[in-house]
């Protein structure tokens, strides 16, 4: 017999109970379908044998039941916070604890509050076929924009039945990494108003009762709004340190030292130079794991010529994300750019910045001067080769962290480099967008049936 669902076409035996087996996967297929699960993979988790005591610390609030339920994990840009996420999921996992991850990114306009809760109800229904009735009846009850009422139908509601049934410790974790990226840019009011959204619904864990018994995991930059909303008598809040508060010898700093050590090792450098570089390097990562992580692949090109570039500069410019960013650049393009080159660099950078999502080359080979005229060739070679310790080289161009976006849009970057100020053009870079999508609208490429089907009708 063949049992159609989702438009899968699955073949059975049925056996005695098998048919409530499939009944029942096909009710959660249904709802997961229903609700819309909507979710992005977590960063890679911290190096082994690093940050073992920020680890133990999260992992301790977390199965202390008499703590407040909410632990919030706050920190300057690049000092690991989505790392750490990642290492507490993967043991709390190991030690058979029920955890629901959900990841922030500003650059994908879908990932919204709206989505976060509904995967977070997709998750619970796996997990408890008991809740799967509450959750159906509450997706039905909502078909708006609402968010309170999204969260009160497929969240407050739900696990209101859950506290009872379950013991304490066997509740599932929920853990939010980098929830300050909700909302984007938040150039827009709609994005703002998402943010808001999310704010809202968070304050909701510290205030109704049935709620304060599920632990609650957060990450995000240390901004005011978070603060408010999880104030410290009422949450708990883990500083990730890093500048003048990391000290030589203490734990963040020997957590770089190990991290930077292995780097240099696996690229072949003398052990003599190693000691020389972990001795120049680690006290100018000042904790920011971003920091030793882009030094290390600014340095894989060619590690003793590159680590003389960053020695011969003043040493203590190089402290902070933007000088060594700055550096960067300047090492990679020079002063050698030819005039298109540089608009084509910024034409590809600025549409990376503000289209909201990854670009990959069908997109950004037609932007103003990446195309060589006259020939098939690109220039997108010398943007991945030179942006190569900063961007992910693969198909897809996209940032290795927020903080290198952050760099483009400050005042820092220009009076470092003024030649590429149209970077920062926000009106120019999303006229140029708009201009690529009406070109394929008219394109003889967009036709029908330009995938060739034999029909539309697809049978199995």
């Not at 859950?162 to 304490?168: G, M, N, S, T």
């Not at 600025?350 to 670009?359: E, H, R, S």
């Amino acid at each position: 017999m063949y049992v159609f669902y989702l438009g899968t076409c699955v073949k059975h035996n049925f056996v005695p109970g098998n048919a409530e087996v499939v009944a029942e996967q096909k009710e959660l297929d249904d709802l997961v379908h229903a609700l819309g699960e909507n979710r992005l993979l977590l960063r890679k988790s911290c190096m082994e044998g690093t940050r073992t005591t920020i680890l133990q610390e999260i992992e301790d609030e977390i199965k202390n039941i008499n703590a407040p339920n909410v632990i919030w994990i706050r920190g300057l840009p690049g000092v690991g916070k989505s790392a750490l996420a990642a290492s507490i999921v993967n043991r709390l996992v190991d030690q058979k604890h029920h955890v629901i991850p959900f990841r922030f990114d500003r650059t994908q306009s879908r990932v919204t509050t709206n989505a976060l809760w509904r995967t977070v109800a997709c998750d619970l229904a796996r997990l408890f076929p008991s809740l799967r009735q509450h959750l159906a009846q509450g997706v039905q009850g909502y078909n708006s924009s609402d968010i309170d009422r999204l969260f009160k139908l497929l969240i407050e509601v739900p696990l209101s039945t859950l506290v009872d049934a379950i013991p304490r410790e066997e509740l599932p974790v929920i853990l939010i990494d980098v929830l300050d990226e909700c909302g984007g840019l938040r150039h827009a009011a709609s994005e703002e108003e998402d943010f808001q959204g999310l704010l809202y619904t968070l304050k909701r864990w510290t205030q109704v009762d049935h709620l304060k018994r599920f632990k609650l995991v957060t990450t995000s930059r240390p901004e005011d709004c978070i603060s408010q909303t999880f104030p410290k008598s009422i949450s708990v809040h883990i500083a990730i340190p890093s500048g003048s508060d990391v000290k030589l010898g203490d734990s963040a700093s020997q957590d770089i030292h190990a991290f930077l050590k292995s780097c240099l090792e696996n690229m072949g450098m003398k052990n003599k130079l190693i000691k020389k570089a972990l001795d120049f390097l680690v006290p100018r990562a000042a904790g920011i794991f971003i920091w030793a992580t882009t030094a290390a692949n600014f340095l894989k090109l060619d590690p003793e010529g590159r680590y003389a570039m960053l020695e011969k500069g003043d040493g203590k410019g190089l402290k902070g994300l933007y000088p060594l960013y700055s550096t960067i650049a300047r090492a990679s393009f020079g002063h050698d750019l030819e005039e298109e080159e540089i608009g084509a660099v910024a034409s590809v950078i600025g549409a990376m910045i503000f289209a909201k999502k990854p670009l990959d080359d069908n997109v950004l080979i037609p932007l103003p001067q990446v195309k060589i005229p006259d020939s098939d060739v690109s220039r997108l070679g010398l943007i991945r080769k030179g942006l190569a310790s900063v961007i992910d080289s693969g198909p897809i161009l996209h940032f290795h962290h927020r903080s290198f976006e952050d760099f483009l849009l400050s005042k820092f970057f220009l009076q470092e480099l003024l030649e590429f100020s149209t970077v920062q053009d926000r009106g120019l870079h999303e006229r140029q967008l708009a201009m690529l999508c009406l070109k394929t609208l008219v394109s003889s490429k967009l036709h029908f049936n330009m995938c060739n089907l034999e029909s539309s009708i697809i049978e199995c």
